[in-house]
Every structure is written in structure tokens, then in C-alpha cells.
């Protein structure tokens, strides 16, 4: 997870772009690991998402990536101690993460 714990989510105005970045990220990630990342990575704009009936943000999914990384890189960023201007992440599997945009 060495590609998402090197981005400063807090550098993002628009959770659009931290989804996006956070998105590149984890394709390198998944590509480290030996897995074609055009299977594996998708990500969801938030209608998108509402269609699928999941949730209403950006929504990053991973699913052979290493056990509950959602978990971890979630806390990861709220424990950073810097809350983005743009939101906040959460996971809803353990294997995902949600862009949630928040207003200030």
C-alpha cells in the first residue's frame, strides 16, 4: 500500500480528485502485487455507485488486494490528525474505500 500511504489527502480540494488519485494509487499497488489491475481496480463515480446500490460516493474497490486494506488505509487517513477539506474516507467491506464529500 506504499503508492495510497504516499498521497496527502489533505492536498485535495475536490474529492473527485482525491478519489482519483487514491484510484492511481492502488493500480500501482495492485500491479506490485503481480495483479492486472484492469481486473481487479474499479472505481465508481457516486451515481454510479447509487445505482449499484451501495453508496453515494466515490467508491474505490480492490477486491483481491490485501485483507480488510480498507480498514487500515481508511484509519490511516483519519488518524494522519489532518481531515481533507473535501471530506472524509470509509470502508464499507474492508476491501474498499468510500470518498464520502462533506461541506465545510
Not at 474505490?60 to 481533507?84: A, D, F, K, Q, T
Not at 474516507?89 to 462533506?102: K, P, R
Request: a negative charge.
Amino acid at each position: 500500500m506504499k503508492h495510497l500511504r504516499a498521497i496527502d489527502f489533505s492536498g485535495f480540494d475536490k474529492v473527485e480528485d482525491a478519489a482519483s488519485a487514491a484510484y492511481l494509487a492502488i493500480c500501482a499497488d495492485c500491479t506490485d502485487t503481480g495483479q492486472s489491475f484492469a481486473d481487479e481496480v474499479q472505481l465508481y463515480s457516486p451515481e454510479q455507485s447509487a445505482e449499484r446500490g451501495y453508496t453515494s460516493g466515490w467508491h474505490l474497490v480492490w477486491e483481491c488486494g490485501p485483507e480488510n486494506w480498507g480498514v487500515s488505509e481508511s484509519m490511516h487517513i483519519v488518524l494522519s490528525g489532518i481531515l481533507p477539506p473535501w471530506g472524509f474516507c470509509e470502508t464499507h467491506w474492508g476491501f474498499d474505500l468510500i470518498f464520502v464529500e462533506e461541506d465545510a
